[in-house]
C-alpha cells in the first residue's frame, strides 16, 4: 500500500478537527466568568457554574423527566422492534418490502412532520399532553434503531441452531429464551443504548407532543433562543455529551466485532 | 453420549407447549403474531396520524374565521406557488444544496484517507472520532455553533488575530451570503448544517469507496494513467453512489429542520420555519400540511433517482 500524499492527510485532518473544535468550545465556555455575552478569549475563569446548575432545580426537573421519558421509549422500542425483526429477518411474503419501508419512516420523514401529525391525532382523540405523549413519539423513531440491530444480527444467527434446540426437545419459548436471546443480546443491548441516547437528545418531535412540559432538551432550546445565565446552558451541554456519549460508546463495542453499528440513520 | 447426560430441560406439557407447537408448525401464523404489535403501533398510530395531517393539504381555510373548510379543494396547494411561498421553497432547497455540496467536500479527503491508507487501529479512531460527534447532541452542536459564530465569538477574534479580518467584514458585506454577523447570515446556518450532518455523509461515501477493488486502480495506474486521472475516471465514478446516499441524508433533514433556522442565520423563512408558524401561530393547518409535503415529494423523487445509481448499496 502506496502512502498517502501531504495534501490529502491535511485535509482529512481538517475535517475531523472541524468535527471536534466546536465541543471544546463548549467544555471551554463551561469555566468563563462572562455570563452576557459569548466574548472570546473568555475574560476569567471561574468553577462557580458547575455549582450553579447543581443548584437549579428547574434542570434537575428536566433531566429527571427526560430520563424516564428516555427509559420507557427505549423498552417500548426494545419490545417492539424485536418483534419486528423477529418477523422479517428470514420470512419472506407479500408486502414485507412496504412494511420493512414503514419501519424506517419516522427517521426518513422530517422531525417537524412526524410532531404536527402526532400533535393533531393527539388533539383529535383528545388525549391531554403527559409523558406518555412524549414516549409515543419517542418510541414511533426508536424502533428503527432497535430493529436495524436485531434484523442484523438475526440474518448472521445460523438457522441450524434453532433446529438443533428444536430436535432436543425444547420448545418455541425455551428455544427463544435459550438460543436465540443469548444470541442478539448484545445487539439487543447496543440498540437499547443508541435508542436512549436518540430520545434522550431529542427536540423536534418532542416540541410538539411535550405541552408545558420541558425534557433537558426542550430546557436547552429555550435558553438558546432566550439565553439568561449563558455558561449554564454550557455546563448543562457538557452533561448531555456525557450522558450520550456513554451509551453509545458501549454500544460500539458491543457491536464492533459485527456488523458495524446500525444506527447510521438518525 | 447419550441423550440424558446433556442434562436438557425437561419437554414442557399443558398450553404453553400446545401453544408453542401450533407456532412452530405454522410459521406465518407466528410471523403474523410477532408482526402484529409493531404494525399495529406504526400502522395504525403513526400512518393514520400522518395520514389525516398531510390529508387536509386538500383543505382550506376560511379567511374571516380561521376556521377549516372541510370541502376538497386544490386552492391551498396552488398556494405554495405564490411568490411568497415560492421564494420559502426554493430559499430552503438552495440552502440545502450548499450544504450537501460543502459536506461532500469536506467529507470526501476524510472517507478517502480511511478507506484507502489508514491501518486498522487508525480506521477505529476515524470511526470513533466520525461517530462521536454523530451521536452528539443535536442542540449542543447548535449551540456550538452560536459560540463561535456570535460578532464577538471565537471565530471573529481568530480573524482578527492572522489579519483577517478585513477578509471577514468583505465576505459579509457580499449581499446573500453576508449580513451583520455570521450568526445571522446564511453563511452562518450553511456551515451549522454541514457540522451537523457531515457525519451522514463520511460513513456511505467511506463504504462505498472501501469497495473499490485495489486491483481496478493498479490496473488503471498499469495502463498508464497518472493518478489524477485514475482518481477522476475510476475512484470518483465508484465512490459516486456513495455520496448520493449521504445526500439522502445531507439533504432531506436540511429540509426539514426548523430549529438551526431559529437561532442561526438570517429573519426570512425557511420551510421547517414556516411550517412551524402555520401551525401554531397562524393556525392554518392545512397550508402547513401542503408546506410538509414538497421535502416529502422532493426526497421521494430523490430517491428514485438514488436508486437507479445503486445508492442504496452503500448505506
Not at chain 1, 173 to 181: G, I, S
Not at chain 2, 228 to 237: C, Q, S
Not at chain 2, 245 to 274: C, H
Not at chain 2, 279 to 284: L, R
Request: net charge positive.
Amino acid at each position: 500500500m502506496t502512502r498517502a500524499p501531504l495534501s490529502l492527510k491535511i485535509a482529512a485532518l481538517a475535517g475531523l478537527a472541524f468535527l471536534h473544535i466546536p465541543l471544546l468550545f463548549i467544555l471551554l465556555y463551561c469555566f468563563t466568568t462572562e455570563e452576557k455575552s459569548y466574548a472570546f478569549p473568555p475574560p476569567g475563569f471561574t468553577l462557580k457554574w458547575f455549582g450553579v446548575v447543581w443548584g437549579r432545580a428547574d434542570i434537575w426537573a428536566a433531566v429527571g423527566l427526560s430520563l424516564k421519558v428516555a427509559s420507557i421509549a427505549t423498552l417500548l422500542a426494545l419490545v417492539l422492534g424485536t418483534l419486528a425483526a423477529g418477523a422479517l429477518a428470514r420470512a419472506r411474503f407479500f408486502g414485507r418490502e412496504p412494511i420493512s419501508l414503514l419501519f424506517v419512516l419516522p427517521i426518513a420523514l422530517p422531525g417537524i412532520v412526524t410532531g404536527i401529525a402526532l400533535r393533531q391525532a393527539f388533539g383529535l382523540m383528545e388525549i391531554p399532553f403527559s409523558v406518555w405523549t412524549i414516549v409515543l413519539g419517542h418510541a414511533t423513531f426508536c424502533i428503527v434503531v432497535v430493529y436495524n440491530n436485531a434484523v442484523a444480527r438475526l440474518r448472521r444467527l445460523s438457522p441450524s441452531l434453532i433446529e438443533a434446540s428444536m430436535d432436543l426437545g425444547a420448545d418455541a419459548f425455551q428455544t427463544f429464551r435459550l438460543v436465540v436471546l443469548p444470541n442478539i443480546g448484545t445487539a439487543l443491548l447496543a440498540g437499547g443504548m443508541l435508542a436512549f441516547a436518540l430520545s434522550f437528545d431529542e427536540v423536534i418531535v418532542t416540541t410538539f407532543t411535550a405541552g408545558q412540559q420541558s425534557t433537558l432538551p426542550i430546557w436547552m432550546l429555550s435558553e438558546l433562543i432566550r439565553p439568561r445565565q449563558r455558561p449554564v446552558t454550557n455546563v448543562v451541554a457538557v452533561l448531555v455529551i456525557l450522558v450520550t456519549f456513554l451509551p453509545i460508546l458501549a454500544a460500539y463495542y458491543l457491536t464492533r466485532h459485527g456488523e458495524a453499528v446500525a444506527g447510521s440513520g438518525k | 453420549m447419550s441423550l440424558a447426560t446433556l442434562d436438557l430441560p425437561a419437554p414442557r406439557e399443558g398450553l404453553l407447549r400446545r401453544l408453542s407447537d401450533v407456532l412452530v408448525r405454522r410459521a406465518r401464523l407466528l410471523t403474523l403474531l410477532l408482526l402484529l404489535p409493531p404494525l399495529l403501533w406504526l400502522g395504525l398510530v403513526y400512518l393514520g396520524s400522518l395520514f389525516v395531517f398531510l390529508g387536509q393539504s386538500v383543505f382550506s381555510i376560511d379567511e374571516f374565521s380561521g376556521t377549516i373548510v372541510r370541502e376538497p379543494t386544490t386552492a391551498t396547494l396552488l398556494e405554495l406557488f405564490r411568490p411568497a411561498n415560492l421564494d420559502i421553497l426554493l430559499r430552503t432547497i438552495g440552502i440545502a444544496g450548499g450544504v450537501t455540496l460543502l459536506c461532500a467536500i469536506i467529507a470526501f479527503p476524510i472517507a478517502y484517507y480511511a478507506a484507502r491508507y489508514a491501518g486498522p487501529k487508525v480506521k477505529a479512531a476515524f470511526y470513533l472520532a466520525v461517530m462521536m460527534p454523530l451521536w452528539s447532541s443535536y442542540l449542543v452542536k447548535v449551540y456550538g455553533w452560536k459560540l463561535l459564530l456570535a460578532k464577538e465569538g471565537a471565530i471573529g477574534w481568530f480573524a482578527g488575530k492572522l489579519g483577517l479580518g478585513g477578509a471577514l467584514e468583505a465576505w459579509l458585506a457580499l449581499p446573500l451570503v453576508g449580513g451583520p454577523s455570521l450568526s445571522v447570515s446564511y453563511t452562518g446556518m450553511v456551515l451549522t448544517f454541514t457540522y451537523l450532518w457531515l457525519p451522514f455523509m463520511i460513513l456511505p461515501v467511506q463504504a462505498a469507496l472501501e469497495r473499490v477493488p485495489p486491483h481496478l486502480i493498479e490496473a488503471a495506474g498499469d495502463l498508464g494513467a497518472a493518478p489524477g486521472l485514475v482518481f477522476r475516471t475510476v475512484i470518483l465514478p465508484l465512490a459516486m453512489p456513495g455520496v448520493v446516499a449521504g445526500s439522502i441524508f445531507t439533504f432531506s433533514l436540511t429540509l426539514g429542520d426548523y430549529i438551526v433556522p431559529q437561532i442561526i442565520g438570517t429573519s426570512a423563512l425557511v420551510l421547517g420555519q414556516a411550517v412551524y408558524t402555520l401551525q401554531g401561530t397562524a393556525g392554518n393547518i392545512p397550508l402547513a400540511a401542503a408546506f410538509s409535503l414538497v421535502p416529502i415529494l422532493v426526497m421521494a423523487v430523490f430517491l428514485t433517482l438514488a436508486k437507479r445509481t445503486g445508492a442504496f448499496d452503500a448505506l
